[in-house]
Structure formats: C-alpha cells, structure tokens
C-alpha cells in the first residue's frame, strides 16, 4: 500500500502527467496547434535566399551529392531512418532544416510523412492554379502589333497603345485602316493622336485628300470648340466662305454690346458670299443704331420729361434685338419721330429694306396695342386719283380683323374692317363671331331671310337699338321675304 500511495504523489507532484482518454488537450491538439502556428509564418524572398536547406545527413539540399544519395536512395528502397550528422548540422549558423522537417516522422512502410497527410488542410489554405492570359492581349505592350492589327483592337475597344507608330507612314496607315473600316470612334481616336504628334501643316495637308478623315475632324474641332485650330484648318483648305461664316459666330459669345460692334465692323471685310455680306453689314448697322437709341431712351425714361414711358414702361432693353422687334419698338414709343432720325419707323424700313405687307403688319400691331385708333386709321387711308378717299390694305380685312382682336380692339372699331369683307358669308362669320349686330342684320335684310332675322333676334339685348332695328325691319311690308 505504501508503494502504491508513493508512485501517485509522484505523478501529482511531478510536472509530467499520465497518459488520459478524457484529457482536455491532448499531444495530438498540441501538434495540430503547432503547425498551424508554423504554417502561418511566412518567409520573404530575401530571407529564403539566405537560409541554407539542408537533408538528414547534413549535406545542402540541391547539391550534386544530395542528388545521388537520393537517386540511390529511392532504387534500393531503404527503410532504415537516416542518421543526423550531429557535427555537420552544429558547424551551421542557424538551423538549415525548415520548420516543417521538425514535424516529420515515419509510416508503417518506412517511408517518410509528415503530419500534413495525417492532418487535413484548412479550406482557407487551397488556392487555386493562376491562369495566364493569353499571349494576345500582351501584344499591344510588347509592340508587335501592326496598323491594321491596331485598328481592328480600336474596333473591338480594346486599349492600342498608338504611340509606338513613329513614322508618317505608319500613322496614316492607321487612318487610312479607320476610315476603310468605318468606325467613327476609331477614325476619331486615331485623328487625335495625329493631332497630337503631327505639325498642324502636315496634318492639314494629309487630310485634304482623305475628304471621309476631314469632315470627322471637322466635327470633332466644332464639338470641342477649338475654334483657333478650326480657322486654320479652313484657311489652310482655302474654304473662305467656310472660315468667313465660323469667324462671324465669334460674335455670339461677346456678351459687351460695343465689343460686339467692333468685331461686327472687322467682320464686314471677310470674303463673304455677296448676299451674307449685306446681312452682315445690316446686323454692323442695326446693333450700332440700337446702342444709339437704348442710350437715349434710358435717359429719358430715367428723367420723366416723356409721358408715353411714364405711361407704358418699357420690359426689356432693345439691345442685340431682331430687326422687326427694334421696328415694334420705334413703332411703339416714336411713332411721330422725323423721318431723318434712327428712332422713325420709316427710316428704318428704308434703311433696312422692310417689305410693305410686313412693315404694315408691324405698325398695325404696335398701334393697336397702345389703341390709338386714330393712328390705325389712318394706316388705311388712300386717296385715288379721283382724289376720292377709300380704306386699302396690303393683308386681307379678315387678317386685319383677327390682328385687331387679338389686341383687344373695341367692337365698333372691328366692325369698320368686318364691313369691309368681300366674300359675304365669310363677312357673316366674322360679324357673328365679334358680335357685330348691325353687320348681321344688313346681311339677312338683303338675303331677305326672315327666319334666321326673327332667330337672331334672341341675341341681341331686349329694347336694344338692334331690336328695334329688328322689329322695324319684320314690320316693313315692302320687303318680300322669302321664308
């Protein structure tokens, strides 16, 4: 018993324990913990360079001797464990084992295994193979690629490195290739990087006679505004009508009125076709003249000595306004003006060459809309060579009547040009629809259609003079109806 009691102090005292099933953490936990934690440390390059393997026997991994130990080796199939020279391993610095050799013991048959095939990897740790790309897409890098191979990659929008393409020739092969293809994007792409490594001289040149490569270039230059580079082209070409009418758009971004005049005057002297140097010098003329009027009616407004501003303020300025909008304008506010003033309406229809139907219209709108129906009767006035006085008009009475409503004119005014309609059920129309009482009833009295006189008699007020006119004409036995 006292033997028994002495070798179980010993196992509970000592620091080694006794072999247990139901151990927590047993060697082979401890193991499979180690190699994780070996597994996990990873060398650098620089590091496996100067860490010398060696095998069991001391001798350098890779050596010629290692490779004849091991080819012997594995022709007799030795199965006695390998001897470690203790005096070869000790002579080195540092171990030149790796850390995995420490882990390795030895099978059933006598081969050699090591606990990573008794212990199965982590999933984390299986990687799969890297596939290298193809060949192909490496060789617009390597520049091996030739012009038309490029452009079929452009096609395609793949990356082309362009750059490694040096000579003229070269480079309008590839435009040559782009255009043949008819792919805008790579006929663009190939253009700007002629642009970029090209003399602007011989760019020109080349493009003149690729009309397909020149308009797109054309296009390209208008969409990203490079104006500059735009003239030149076009000067280059010998386009001047081209590069006339592109330097005359200069002027719509010239927001200084007197800037913009001066760079009218200078664009007077373009080699513009004959009709657009008149519409030029027109525009030069009819800004300097709205500079000229805007001057002074702002003075004027801001003084109070003229009533019609008082009275009708003005909304907007007249500057860098179309031509019959600045003729409105002299219509509204200097009707009366001499003749040989900017501001006289007829001054500016002889300046400007305003046609009459379109001057007539102007002033009848302008006039109507400040009702002055004076001043729009006498648009009409004419005397014939009589010296008889009449009414006359370029437009129609029925446009006249509809010019006339739309700016609200009275109903008696209206009924003076309705009157004036030829065609008669036309002129019936146009009475019924601005109520022109007196007009319809002369119409049925002459149609002598007593139905439709005794219908419209519903329409007019009661007691009226239209009813009593009415009433008179239904009473009138020496008119013979004929309903």
């Not at 026997?57 to 004849?68: A, C, D």
């Not at 022709?75 to 470690?84: E, L, M």
């Not at 610095?93 to 050699?112: D, Q, T, V």
């Not at 800004?287 to 109070?304: C, F, T, V, Y």
Request: proline share 3%; hydrophobic share 35%.
């Amino acid at each position: 018993m006292q033997r028994f009691k002495e070798e179980e102090d010993y196992w509970n005292s000592s620091q080694f324990k006794a072999f247990a099933f139901d151990d927590d953490e047993d060697d082979l936990t401890k193991l499979k913990e180690s190699r994780l934690a070996v597994n996990s440390i990873k060398l650098t390059d620089d590091n496996e360079d100067d860490v010398e393997k060696v095998n069991w026997s001391g001798e350098p991994v890779g050596s010629i001797s290692w490779l004849v130990g091991e080819s012997s080796a594995s022709s007799n199939q030795k199965t006695d464990f390998p001897k470690v020279s203790s005096e070869s391993s000790l002579s080195k610095s540092g171990s030149g084992l790796s850390l995995s050799a420490l882990f390795r013991g030895k099978s059933s048959r006598g081969s050699y295994t090591s606990f990573s095939d008794s212990i199965p990897e982590p999933s984390s740790r299986l990687f799969a193979p890297e596939l290298r790309r193809p060949r192909a897409d490496y060789k617009d890098f390597v520049g091996d690629l030739s012009p038309e191979e490029s452009v079929q990659r452009l096609q395609q929008g793949k990356r082309v490195a362009l750059e490694r393409f040096r000579s003229l020739q070269d480079k309008l092969l590839l435009l040559d290739f782009a255009v043949s293809g008819n792919d805008g994007n790579a006929i663009t792409a190939v253009l700007i990087f002629l642009k970029r490594t090209l003399s602007k001289e011989v760019l020109f040149r080349e493009l003149e006679s690729r009309q397909t490569a020149l308009r797109h270039f054309i296009h390209f230059l208008t969409e990203t505004h490079e104006q500059r580079l735009l003239l030149d082209l076009l000067r280059a070409l010998g386009r001047v009508e081209d590069f006339a009418l592109l330097q005359y758009k200069e002027c719509l971004n010239i927001s200084d009125e007197n800037k913009r005049r001066d760079f009218l005057k200078s664009c007077i002297s373009l080699p513009f076709p004959v009709e657009d140097a008149a519409l030029v010098q027109d525009h030069f003329t009819l800004l300097e003249r709205q500079i000229i009027i805007e001057a002074a009616d702002s003075q004027a407004e801001k003084n109070g000595k003229v009533e019609l501003f008082q009275k009708f303020p003005r909304k907007a300025s007249i500057l860098n306004m179309p031509l019959i909008t600045t003729l409105y304008y002299c219509v509204y506010y200097h009707y009366c003006d001499s003749e040989n003033t900017y501001t006289s309406p007829s001054n500016l229809r002889q300046t400007f060459k305003v046609s009459e139907k379109q001057f007539f219209v102007t002033c009848l709108s302008a006039l109507s809309k400040l009702r002055s129906w004076s001043a729009v009767d006498s648009l009409f006035q004419s005397r014939s060579w009589l010296g008889f006085s009449r009414k006359k008009s370029p437009l129609s009475f029925s446009r006249v009547v509809d010019v006339l409503h739309k700016n609200s004119a009275p109903t008696h005014v209206l009924a003076q040009f309705v009157a004036l309609v030829e065609d008669s059920d036309h002129r019936l129309t146009l009475a019924q629809k601005h109520k022109c009482h007196d007009i319809v009833i002369n119409i049925f009295r002459d149609l002598k259609d007593r139905q439709n006189l005794v219908q419209y008699r519903t329409k007019v007020d009661q007691g009226s003079d239209e009813d009593r006119k009415i009433q008179d004409l239904l009473n009138n036995s020496q008119i013979r109806w004929k309903n």
